[in-house]
Nanobody, 123 residues
Framework: QVQLVESGGGLVQAGASLRLSCAAS????????MGWFRQAPRKEREFVAA???????NYADSVKGRFTISRDNAKNALYLQMSSLKPEDTAVYYC?????????????????WGQGTQVTVSS
C-alpha cells in the first residue's frame, strides 16, 4: 500500500524556520517527481515546490528564496526547509508524488497524497 506521511509542522513565530518531512512507503519513489502543496483556510490548494528524480526543482514565486525542497531517495524521503516564515505561509502542507519526470505545478498531475501537516505562523 502506497503511503505518504508528512511530519514537522507546528506553531512558530514570523521569521522562524521549520523543516517538513515526508516519508514515502509502499514502493520506491526514486524516479517520481515529488512535490509540496498547501491549503490555507477558505483557499484553494496551491503549489509550493517540486523536485524531479534528477533533482530539478520548481518553486512558487511566493516561496522562492525562502523555501528549499530536497529529497533522499535512499530513504524514500522528501523535505521542505522553510525559512523566514510569514503569517501568510499558514496552511496545511501536503506531500505529493507523480510518476513523471516533470516537476509539475498542477495538483491534478499528482496521484499520491499525504494527509497533511499543519503549519501556523503567528505575527
Amino acid at each position: 500500500q502506497v503511503q505518504l506521511v508528512e511530519s514537522g509542522g507546528g506553531l512558530v513565530q514570523a521569521g522562524a524556520s521549520l523543516r517538513l518531512s515526508c516519508a514515502a512507503s509502499g514502493r520506491t519513489f526514486s524516479t517520481d517527481t515529488m512535490g509540496w502543496f498547501r491549503q490555507a483556510p477558505r483557499k484553494e490548494r496551491e503549489f509550493v515546490a517540486a523536485i524531479s528524480w534528477h533533482t530539478s526543482t520548481n518553486y512558487a514565486d511566493s516561496v522562492k528564496g525562502r523555501f528549499t525542497i530536497s529529497r533522499d531517495n535512499a530513504k524514500n524521503a522528501l523535505y521542505l526547509q522553510m525559512s523566514s516564515l510569514k503569517p501568510e505561509d499558514t496552511a496545511v502542507y501536503y506531500c505529493a508524488a507523480r510518476r513523471n519526470i516533470v516537476a509539475s505545478t498542477a495538483d491534478s498531475d499528482y496521484g499520491y497524497w499525504g494527509q497533511g501537516t499543519q503549519v501556523t505562523v503567528s505575527s
